[in-house]
Each structure stands twice: as C-alpha cells, then as structure tokens.
C-alpha cells in the first residue's frame, strides 16, 4: 500500500503564495472527495487544515486553500506567514476502506 | 470541548505487546468514528485502522494484518489499540483521531499521542 506522493520540501518568502501537490491513484485521490491536510509543527499533534478537498474548518485562516484535478489534489497557501513553517500531510479515502497518508512536505518560510 | 485524552509513554522489549488506550469525553462516544495513527520519529504518518465505536467494526492496514486489534468500551468511552510482536520499527508517537461530522472523512480531533518505544 503505497503513500500518497508529496514534495519532500518546498520554500516562500513571506507575503508569497506556494502550492504542495499530492499525487496518487485512481483508487483513491482521483475518484473520491475524501482528501485532507494536516499542518503539524515539531512535538505537536497535527492539525486539520482542510478537509473534503476544498473545506476550511472555523478557526483555520482563508489563506489556505484546497484543489483537486484528477489523481492530484493540491494545497496552496497565500500570504506566507513566518508560523506556516511546518510539515504538511495529505491524507485520502480509499478505495479498500482503509486511508493513506502522503509521506510529508516541510515547508520553509525563508 | 472535545477531549481525547492517551495512556502513557511505553518501553517494550521485542516480541512484546503494547495496548494504548485513547479516553474520548464531550460529545457522544458511540457517534463517531476512531482512527489510530503513527508516527516514528523524524518520519510521516502513517495511517493503521479505524474503529466504529457504536458496532465494534473495524478496518486495519494491511501492513498490520494480524498484529493489531482495536477495541473499545462504551462504558467509560474509551477505544485501545493493542499492537503485538513488536520490532523495533514500531518505536513512534501513537496517536487517536476522532472523525468531524459531515463526510466523517477527515481527523478533526486528535489525542495528545503516546510515545511507544522498543528496546531490548
């Protein structure tokens, strides 16, 4: 069972817009809304970011996006702030009813 | 407010078990589904099952077929993850998250993790 396919890294400056990606496969990314992403910061748990693809929990800044086109679905963050530094996961809805992570992306805020 | 509140850091030698429980308070137990998640240190995470506390029903990773059971007890609303013949590998940060409402596909609600190490 193989994770979902993230950007090991990607770097911002602040006030600048970046884009993590989440590839898989048929199986789950392209044929279910079901994608989340997580924030989480060094010793903490992680944190719901978005959900069904394209919602934002209360609470969450609207400079967080979500977006999805076929097998890949997309995270994009506006407005780079110095605290977005963090790792970022995806998660999805399979098809087995089981559900994957992608293996992480830390982004830096430079 | 929601709280799910974990057991404590293990130290297990190999080919032990270890079983961490997840105590939920402030909404209705039986409502929502538990996933169970890990995470090794300095790695991702990783996703190993969910548990349906009304039924009981389960659906585990493949990757930890035959070595992980996850139960519950409406009772004291608590959901436990046993994980057994354990390697060295399996050193992580165990962590419970409750689904959200709507789609029940997203974690929403997480616990504060239980730190599992195994060492001979």
């Known amino acids: 069972q193989s994770a979902l396919t993230q950007p090991a890294s990607v770097s911002g400056s602040p006030g600048q817009s970046i884009t993590i990606s989440c590839t898989g496969t048929?199986?789950?990314?392209?044929?279910?809304?079901?994608v989340s992403w997580y924030q989480q910061h060094p010793g903490q748990a992680p944190r719901l970011m978005i959900y069904?693809?394209?919602n934002r929990p209360s609470g969450v800044s609207d400079r967080f996006s979500g977006s999805k086109s076929g097998n890949t679905a997309s995270l994009t963050i506006s407005g780079l702030q110095a605290e977005d530094e963090a790792f970022y996961y995806c998660?999805?809805?399979?098809?087995?009813?089981?559900?994957?992570f992608g293996g992480g992306t830390k982004l830096t805020v430079l | 407010q929601v709280q799910l509140v974990q057991s404590g850091a293990e130290v297990k030698k190999p080919g032990a078990s270890v079983k961490v429980s997840c105590k939920a308070s402030?909404?209705?137990?039986?409502?929502?589904?538990m996933h169970w998640v890990r995470q090794p240190p300095g790695q991702g995470l990783e996703w190993m099952g969910l548990?349906?506390?009304?039924?009981?029903?389960?659906s585990y990773s493949q990757k930890f077929q035959g070595r992980v059971t996850m139960t519950r007890d409406t009772s004291t609303g608590t959901v436990y993850m046993e994980l057994s013949s354990l390697r060295f590998e399996d050193t992580a940060v165990y962590y419970c998250?409750?689904?959200?409402?709507?789609?029940?596909?997203?974690?929403?609600?997480w616990g504060q993790g239980t730190l599992v190490t195994v060492s001979s």
């Open positions: 998250a409750r689904v959200g409402s709507g789609s029940n596909e997203y974690f929403f609600h």
């Open positions: 402030g909404y209705m137990f039986t409502s929502y589904f």
């Open positions: 548990i349906n506390p009304t039924g009981g029903s389960i």
């Open positions: 048929s199986s789950d990314v392209g044929n279910y809304d079901y």
């Open positions: 069904d693809v394209s």
């Open positions: 998660c999805s809805y399979r098809s087995d009813n089981t559900r994957v």
